[in-house]
């Protein structure tokens, strides 16, 4: 008997193997939910709340808005082997980079798009830095970009705790509020800022075509999938994977700055900026298969995981953690469903 | 001085434990990346454990759930072959996860007989010693470094790749899993989400800091005690920002994998062996 590889699974097969690893994490995360104590079959329906109503629907828009960007951008650096863990970090970037042309600039209808600038800007930079230091060094990007998160992390508390502490707050730990001229316009009562949503929305397609459709992403493809071959090619691997590092650190940051110019209007404490945008959208990059097109899909799909372990902590004050892991089985049985229909068993020698 | 060398060595054991572990798993060509959320999930196991049974049983059940993590590790980076990053990268989340909810009713409880922190810091200067050993003399620390360099080789001499692999993700589970325990039940005898505080992360850039050999990684874990211990003692006395003090160690983890970064990983760190490819 033997386990060996099958280079052409049939679809019926990979549909067993998903259902089987789907299958496997909700009776995991059953568990998990029965050891906490409240019925796993309640806590389902919670989070899958979100879509009964519009209200919940817009709750998963607004969540989807920051996963898109990030996704779109992190589908490219994944495709292109930069395995960018920090977009969590760069989305604080681009939130500290808003925050200070916000506050700090005078307000004009320059503000909006300068916010942008610097915030993407800003994103760009400490992604781009994880890159400098593995093309250069040979670092480890998806350590360095880890640890730049918890790096812009201190950076934003001790923003808000200190130099950028808001001179009408007393005992929050917040900036003041943004000037009318840099807050983003919602779509009706909701939290749905638009304009950073067609930005996502541009994003994924943009990077679809500069990936499928010019002469640099068929460069980007090659590295990706055979750096080997890329050098035999003699492509520059080392700036191609920089400017992938540069622009999926950019949407990150321009996703931290629709997060406080749309929806917090201040700096405030990271954990209540992003919620873990950064990680859950390395799900959305990795069901996207290297489609920046299709984070479209697959960002309001993580955006109602968010929106539901939303509910769960409301309705069962359970720790928010929860969603780390829905997230954590969900990418787990992901690889495992691909792995496993990959493979087959040979009953002979 | 001798409080500072003290101090040392007791916040940089669970660092040394961890990547002991890490690095064990590492030397047979297993990367794993899920140490933080291992050491997450049993340090509670170890916690709840001691509260039930007492500290001996918190200890076997810390160990106990680390090596069952590991082997967890196996079913996708050995038997399924699929990313080992990724794979690494979703446990470290799911045990972060599952720990900061299961834990919740074990928030604030003091542990009402800790273990003393010396002896699980003299047991792992021992267990740094003990996989020196493993590694270099014996016919298992052989086959684990055949594994780790040349699977293929290694499987053309008989050597069962799969059974060596989930054996040290086992072994090397169960000392990530000590670690856990030292900081739930001695280190601070107590449980809060969120206590391993990175120390994970720091264990793995520890394992290329010290170029994959235990008795190295002695030396840093020692070290990054030290600048630890330094930064809680300088705190409040110089006039910088108590958050710059708190960045420190992942400053230094980004400085040590570029200082460090071409050092030589096992040949086949991170691949899936196939033997049909």
């Given at each position: 008997m033997r386990w060996e590889l099958d280079p052409s699974p049939s679809p019926w097969k990979v549909f067993l193997a998903y259902s089987l690893f789907v299958a496997l994490a909700l009776l995991l995360l059953g568990l998990l939910f029965r050891l906490y104590g409240v019925s796993p079959l309640k806590a389902y329906g919670l989070l899958l709340s979100?879509?009964?109503?519009s209200l919940g629907l817009a709750e998963v828009g607004r969540r989807t808005i920051p996963l898109l960007l990030i996704g779109a951008g992190l589908a490219l650096a994944f495709r292109v082997?930069?395995?960018?863990?920090g977009a969590e970090g760069q989305l604080l970037m681009g939130a500290v980079g808003g925050t200070y042309v916000a506050l700090f600039l005078p307000p004009g209808p320059w503000t909006l798009p300068l916010m942008f600038l610097l915030g993407g800007g800003l994103g760009a930079v400490w992604s781009g830095l994880a890159a400098w230091l593995r093309v250069?060094?040979?670092?480890n990007e998806i350590l360095t970009t880890l640890m730049q998160n918890y790096l812009v992390y201190y950076l934003v508390v001790y923003l808000v705790a200190g130099?950028?502490?808001?001179?009408?707050?007393?005992?929050?730990?917040y900036t003041d509020r943004f000037p009318p001229e840099a807050q983003l316009p919602r779509l009706?009562?909701?939290?749905?800022?638009w304009p950073t949503l067609l930005l996502g929305i541009a994003a994924a397609l943009g990077l679809q075509l500069l990936l499928f459709r010019t002469p640099l992403g068929f460069e980007w493809r090659v590295l990706g999938e055979n750096p080997e071959a890329a050098r035999y090619l003699g492509l520059k691997g080392g700036r191609l994977i920089l400017l992938a590092a540069l622009l999926s650190g950019f949407l990150a940051g321009l996703a931290g700055v629709g997060e406080v110019a749309?929806?917090?209007l201040r700096l405030l404490e990271p954990a209540q900026i992003s919620l873990g945008y950064g990680f859950t959208a390395i799900l959305v990059a990795w069901l996207a298969r290297g489609r920046p097109l299709w984070a479209l899909f697959t960002a309001p799909l993580l955006g109602l995981i968010l929106a539901g372990g939303d509910a769960l902590k409301l309705a069962?004050?359970?720790?928010?953690?929860v969603v780390d892991v829905v997230a954590g089985l969900l990418l787990l049985s992901l690889i495992g469903a691909e792995a496993l229909s990959q493979r087959r068993l040979v009953w002979r020698r | 001085m001798e409080e500072a060398l003290v101090r040392a060595v007791l916040f940089g054991t669970p660092m040394l434990l961890a990547s002991l572990g890490a690095l064990l798993s590492e030397r047979g060509g297993v990367v794993n990346l899920g140490v933080e959320g291992m050491m997450a999930l049993s340090a509670l196991a170890a916690f709840a454990a001691a509260l039930e049974a007492g500290p001996v049983w918190g200890v076997l059940c810390g160990v106990g759930v680390g090596s069952l993590l590991g082997l967890f590790l196996g079913v996708f980076a050995?038997?399924?072959?699929?990313n080992q990053f990724v794979a690494g990268l979703a446990l470290a989340a799911l045990g972060l996860g599952a720990s900061g909810l299961l834990g919740k009713r074990y928030e604030g409880t003091p542990l009402p007989d800790p273990l003393p922190e010396g002896v699980l810091a003299g047991l792992a200067l021992i267990l740094a010693l003990g996989l020196h050993l493993l590694l270099s003399r014996t016919r298992y620390g052989l086959y684990l470094r055949s594994v780790g360099e040349n699977p293929k080789a290694a499987d053309l001499f008989g050597v069962s790749v799969d059974g060596v692999r989930y054996l040290a993700l086992a072994l090397g589970g169960g000392m990530i899993g000590l670690a856990g325990a030292y900081l739930s039940l001695?280190?601070?005898?107590s449980w809060t989400d969120g206590m391993t505080s990175g120390l994970g992360w720091v264990a793995i850039a520890l394992v290329i800091l010290a170029g994959w050999q235990p008795l190295r990684a002695v030396l840093g874990a020692y070290f990054f005690g030290l600048l630890f211990f330094l930064q809680f003692r300088l705190q409040g006395s110089?006039?910088?920002?108590?958050e710059a003090f708190a960045a420190m160690p992942y400053l230094l983890v980004i400085l040590v994998l570029a200082l460090s970064g071409r050092a030589r990983a096992?040949?086949?760190?991170g691949q899936p062996f196939d033997r049909g490819r």
């Open positions: 979100p879509l009964g109503d082997g930069f395995f960018n863990i250069r060094f040979g670092a130099p950028w502490k808001g001179q009408m707050v007393f005992g929050f730990l009706g009562d909701t939290l749905v800022h749309g929806i917090h069962l004050s359970m720790p928010f953690r | 050995v038997f399924l072959r699929a001695a280190y601070r005898p110089v006039p910088i920002p108590s096992p040949k086949a760190l």
